[in-house]
């Protein structure tokens, strides 16, 4: 709550409204990955859960690309491009070893897997 009221610098030839809401975009993201963390009381039950995982994974490069892209400096949109396509290459590995127990266990839902 703090990083949020806190008084921001904001560069003058910014884009104020997309450079403002894409932290709070990320923010929102990663509590959406909290929210799907498996545990032993589950609630609610996805059966594609894996899937919806690696969809929302992909949303965060967005969530990059947009906060270089509205600083307005080719600077930042330059580490920005870096940072998407090395978060794509570190997410292709990943996928292809979480998807090598779902194809073990004939699933994709995290609770199966998790409850083996």
């Given at each position: 709550?703090?990083?949020?009221l ?19 975009l990320?923010?929102s ?32 490069v ?13 600077y930042?949109f ?11 290459s570190?997410?292709i ?24």
């Amino acid at each position: 709550l703090k990083l949020f009221l806190k008084e921001t610098i904001k560069p003058l030839h910014s884009n104020n409204i997309i450079f403002t809401i894409t932290p709070v975009l990320g923010f929102s993201l990663s509590l959406m990955f909290w929210g799907m963390a498996s545990s032993s009381n589950m609630t609610y039950y996805l059966l594609f859960s894996l899937l919806l995982f690696f969809c929302m994974t992909s949303l965060n490069v967005y969530v990059v690309l947009l906060s270089g892209w509205a600083s307005n400096s080719m600077y930042a949109f330059l580490g920005a491009l870096r940072a998407s396509a090395q978060t794509i290459s570190y997410e292709i590995s990943m996928i292809l070893i979480l998807l090598f127990p779902a194809f073990l266990q004939w699933t994709f839902s995290w609770n199966i897997m998790y409850n083996g």
